[in-house]
C-alpha cells in the first residue's frame, strides 16, 4: 500500500504527495469490568474430531455415540489458542499441498451466476506511477455527488514541502469556491479507476478541497458503487 | 424480514422497508479459486507455525477472554468508551420511531463514514417527506440494526432510483498548516476480490 501518489492539477502540473487515512472517531469497544478482555481463536476440535470426520466413522450410530460418550472432543487439543498460522492449500482429495497450486478468476454476475472463468488477471497499483493521477476536470456538486455515490473511504492529501503546499492548498482554494467535487482519474486519457495496491479493488476519486485561513484540507473520496437499486433477481440472492 | 425503519418529520410519521444492498448486488464480482493439478478446487486452511496441526473448516471457535484465561460469556461483557468509562448498550432502532433531523449540509456525509447502505421501500411516506427528498434534502437520524455498545448515524436521502439510507459513523479529517511534516501511516485499504467498475 502505497503512502504517496502522483498527482496532477488543473494546470497538468503534477507532484508526488503524501496520503494519510481519514478514520471514524473512535468507538466503544467490549470489555469487562475490572479487567481486560481479549479476543481470541481457540481448537474446538481436531481433525479427527469435526462433524463430517465423526458422520464419517459412526454412520448412522453418530447420535448414539455421542450420548454415550465425548467422540466430539479431543483433550489433547481442545482449548488450545491459536496464534501465528500460516495459509496452506488442501486438493481436491482433501491433502495437504506441498506445491502452490495453480490459480483462476471466476467472474459472478450480481445475480451469483457464473459469468466467466478466466486466467487470473494481475493488476497493478496506478496511484503512483509515471502517468500522475489527472484532474479531468469534471465537477460535479456535493449536494449531487452525496446522492448519487457512496463513498466508501477518504484520503487526505498532505504537502511535503513548501512548493508541494502550494500546489496543494491552490487546489483546495479553487474546489472550495465552486462547492464541488472534481472528478479524478488515471491512465493517459484519465479514464480509469485508481487502484491503491496491487491486484486492489479500483476506485473513482472525487477530490474536495476546505481552506480555513492559510490551513487546508484536500480530501480524496474514493467510491466503488453507485446508489442504485439492485435489480429484483440480484437482490433475492443476499438480503437480510 | 427486518422490522421497518420509521421516522417522524415535524411529528408526521414515515415507514420505510429495508434492504440491505452492497456492490456484488450491483456489479459483477470476481472470486479467485486455487486449483490442483487435476483442476479441481483446493480448500483453504491454516497451519500452525509449528506444524503441529493442519486447521481444517470446523476446527475451531472464538470467544472472548479474560487476563487469566477464562473464557468469558456473553452476558458478562460491557462496552467501554475509549476513555475508559462504561458504555450505555443502544438497543435496535428498528420499528422505533426516530426523529429525523434537518434538512442536514450535503457536506456532512463527506465527513462520515459509511458501513452499511439500505434501499428504502415505501411503507407509508408523509407527503411533506417525500417532497423534501425529492428536492434533494437530507436528512439523520440515530440507527442502529441490532443492539450495541455505539449508536451509529444514518442519512436519508433520495436521487432518481430511489430512497436511500446510508448508515456509518463521523470521521475527522485534520487541518493541515504550512508548516506541518507528512508522517506516514499505514492505510487500510482492503485488498478485496472485486473488478470492474461500471460505473461514471
New interface residues.
Partial sequence: MTNTIHIANAKGRDASIGILAVKPKAQALPGILNGTLSFRRYFAASENCTDGELQKKFGNDYSNALIEGDPEIDMEVIGRAISDTQTVFLSSDKKLMFAEPNFIDVVYNPDGSEKERRPPIEVASNVNSDIPIKWTGRKIAISEAVRRFMFRRTVQLCHSDGLSFDFLFEMATELEKDKSLVLLGTGEKGSSPLIFQSNGRGYRGFLEGRTDGKRYQLLLHLSDMELKVPSPKSAETTND | M?KSVIVSLNNQTSSFSI????????????????????G??????????DGS????S??????????EGRW?PKD???????DGSL?ELYPSTLGIEQKLEGPVN??D??SF??SS?Y?LGNEGVDDQLQTELTN?N?FRFPFNYGAD??LETAYL???S??T?C?V???????????A?V?V?????????D??D?E??
Fill in positions: 427486518a434492504s440491505k444492498i452492497d456492490r456484488s448486488k450491483l456489479y459483477p464480482t470476481r472470486k479467485r479459486i486455487a486449483i490442483d493439478e487435476n479441481l478446487p483446493c480448500t483453504r486452511a491454516s497451519i500452525a507455525l496441526q493442519v486447521i481444517k470446523g476446527m475451531t471457535a472464538q470467544g472472548y477472554f479474560s487476563d468469558v458478562e461483557v460491557v462496552g467501554i468508551n475509549p458504555a450535503p457536506s456525509i463527506l463514514e459509511v447502505v434501499h434533494g437530507i455498545f455505539n436521502l433520495s436521487n432510483e430511489g436511500f446510508l456509518g459513523n463521523p470521521k475527522l479529517a485534520n487541518w493541515i498548516e504550512e506541518a507528512f506516514p501511516d499505514s492505510l487500510v485499504v482492503s485488498d478485496d472485486d473488478l467498475f460505473m461514471v
